[in-house]
């Protein structure tokens, strides 16, 4: 089936406008390119951080989605990884550069010319478009396979929720003998509960609240503990490996630092846009480290799909339908998803 070159579409038109209902382009599918139907698409508090400028101007119309589950409906002559039928993922990266030393270590991530699944350019200078909408072309090196075993609702989330988590929890050895803490509940959090506890690790979640301790408990958590308790910090000081950092808004970090062992690290996966700051007496004292990680390389996202699959793991997901999507992101604001929305964008077509 050709892919359709202009396709339906959910965008933000303008800064902090609401999300509606439009055509966008798609380019045809080329010798390389594999055409997707788009079937579901997460949404990330990234596609929010963006539509709300906390991340700088973004590119309008913005059409935000970077957690693709679908199928191939075509490819081009020169594909081989790919064929009509299969069940596909897209991440957060549509294109790199293939040539320098992160493209070549497999960490495309962190390549200066990655090209990002929205809210960036193609290497033509066509703006790209992300999952919100009814299909998607790419390149086949940035396809991702989605194993028979996962449905592809609950493995959208998986594309970005979960190898920002996967892929710190792997670098920094969370497994058997390793106490790791979850910081946020949230979309990226609670694959982190998930994903540490297939590793191995003891997980300790800590959020805000008690309100989603059982589900904590029942993904896998160990331990779950009320970060707006302040004996929390003084019951916990010292006694974790690493700590993931989940949450979109800045933390008092010394507090934090405080949890961690001597060598312990704090990685933040969350983003805020504003800067923070912290005391270094709370690393040196302790010979702690503090670090940061972005999503994951094309070879590590296809070998957390296949983790996930192999230990039944997927998002715990609502699934709506397009037109609610602004009142999803209001939700996602409160602190109030379990533990993803995920378009049902096949509604599109
Ligand atoms: P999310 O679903 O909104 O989860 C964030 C969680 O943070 C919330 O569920 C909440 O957990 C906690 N939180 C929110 N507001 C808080 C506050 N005022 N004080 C304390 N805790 C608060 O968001 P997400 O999609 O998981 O994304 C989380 C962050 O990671 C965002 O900043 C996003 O942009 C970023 N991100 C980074 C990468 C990367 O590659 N590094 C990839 C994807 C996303 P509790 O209710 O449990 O407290
Ligand atoms: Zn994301």
């Known amino acids: 089936m050709t892919t359709p070159t202009t396709v339906a579409a959910y965008a933000v038109a303008s800064p902090k406008a609401a999300l509606t209902r439009t055509t966008i382009p798609r380019r045809s599918v080329g010798e390389y390119d594999v055409g997707i139907e788009i079937k579901y698409a997460g949404i990330c508090h990234s596609d929010i951080h963006t539509a709300l400028g906390e991340w700088g101007e973004?590119?309008?119309?913005?059409?935000?989605?970077?957690?693709?589950?679908?199928?191939?409906?075509?490819?081009?002559?020169?594909?081989?990884?790919?064929?009509?039928?299969?069940?596909?993922?897209?991440?957060?990266?549509?294109?790199?550069?293939?040539?320098?030393?992160?493209?070549?270590?497999?960490?495309?991530?962190?390549?200066?010319?990655?090209?990002?699944?929205?809210?960036?350019?193609?290497?033509?200078g066509e703006p790209t478009y992300g999952g919100y909408s009814s299909h998607i072309v790419v390149n086949e090196n940035y396809v991702l396979r989605i194993p028979d075993g996962l449905g592809l609702d609950v493995a959208a989330p998986l594309l970005c929720a979960g190898i920002t988590l996967y892929s710190p929890l792997a670098h920094w050895g969370a497994g058997p003998g390793k106490n790791v803490g979850i910081v946020g509940m949230g979309g990226l959090g609670h694959m982190g509960v998930q994903i540490a506890h297939a590793m191995g690790a003891e997980v300790t979640v800590l959020s805000q609240s008690?309100?989603?301790?059982?589900?904590?408990?029942?993904?896998?958590?160990?331990?779950?503990?009320?970060?707006?308790?302040?004996?929390?910090?003084?019951?916990?000081?010292?006694?974790?490996?690493?700590?993931?950092?989940?949450?979109?808004?800045?933390?008092?970090?010394?507090?934090?630092?405080?949890l961690l062992k001597r060598e312990g690290t704090l990685v933040h996966v969350g983003a805020p846009g504003e800067p923070s700051s912290f005391a270094q007496f709370s690393l040196i004292s302790q010979r702690r480290s503090m670090a940061g990680s972005m999503i994951g390389?094309?070879?590590?996202?296809?070998?957390?799909?296949?983790?996930?699959?192999?230990?039944?793991?997927?998002?715990?997901?609502?699934?709506?339908?397009?037109?609610?999507?602004?009142?999803?992101?209001?939700?996602?604001?409160?602190?109030?998803?379990?533990?993803?929305?995920?378009?049902?964008?096949?509604?599109?077509?």
Do not use: W
Not at 299 to 313: D, G, I, K, Y
């Open 210 to 258: 008690l309100r989603k301790k059982d589900d904590a408990v029942r993904l896998g958590a160990d331990h779950y503990y009320a970060t707006s308790d302040p004996e929390t910090f003084e019951k916990l000081a010292g006694s974790f490996d690493l700590i993931v950092n989940t949450v979109s808004v800045n933390l008092p970090l010394d507090a934090y630092l405080g």
């Open 58 to 124: 973004a590119i309008f119309p913005l059409v935000p989605g970077h957690e693709i589950a679908g199928v191939v409906t075509e490819v081009g002559a020169g594909v081989t990884r790919y064929a009509v039928g299969d069940r596909v993922g897209v991440g957060c990266f549509v294109d790199s550069c293939g040539e320098c030393e992160n493209c070549k270590a497999g960490e495309e991530q962190y390549c200066k010319g990655m090209v990002g699944t929205y809210n960036s350019r193609q290497f033509t």
């Open 297 to 349: 390389g094309i070879r590590q996202t296809q070998e957390m799909l296949n983790f996930c699959a192999e230990h039944s793991l997927g998002a715990e997901i609502e699934v709506i339908t397009p037109d609610k999507i602004n009142e999803a992101y209001e939700r996602v604001l409160a602190s109030d998803v379990r533990y993803r929305f995920v378009i049902d964008t096949a509604s599109l077509s």
